[in-house]
């Protein structure tokens, strides 16, 4: 089992920058692949960044490649996402997601999440 706790959401200007992290509980994190999720207000879940266990693979969505990176540091048990160049459109709730395989984009293929956290960009 793990547990997931993500940090850093915040309100930014648009063009400023965030980093949003992911801690996690539970002895196995090393071996789960990971991914970063978004739902905005009247929105379903979308699919932002994914990285798998090893760190070694990387997966964005099209919105984000270039302005987002994905990351993981095993020995701190703890997944991270940089945002760059944020957009009014990046305004979301925030999710991490662990899973088995790496770089599923359906959210349906994550079997953990932690709660979220918000990300709001003005204009």
């Known amino acids: 089992q793990v547990q997931l706790v993500e940090s850093g959401g915040g309100l930014v200007q648009a063009g400023g920058s965030l980093r949003l992290s992911c801690a996690a509980s539970?002895?196995?994190?090393?071996?789960?692949?990971m991914g970063w999720f978004r739902q905005a207000p009247g929105k379903e879940r979308e699919f932002v960044a994914a990285?798998?266990?090893?760190?070694?693979?990387?997966y964005y969505a099209d919105s984000v490649k270039g302005r987002f990176t994905i990351s993981r540091d095993n020995a701190k048990n703890t997944v991270y996402l940089q945002m760059n160049s944020l957009k009014p459109e990046d305004t979301a709730v925030y999710y991490c997601?662990?899973?088995?395989?790496?770089?599923?984009?359906?959210?349906?293929?994550?079997?953990?999440w932690g709660q979220g956290t918000q990300v709001t960009v003005s204009s």
């Open positions: 539970g002895r196995t994190f090393s071996s789960y692949a």
């Open positions: 997601a662990a899973g088995v395989v790496a770089g599923k984009k359906s959210p349906y293929e994550y079997d953990y």
């Open positions: 990285i798998s266990w090893s760190g070694g693979s990387t």
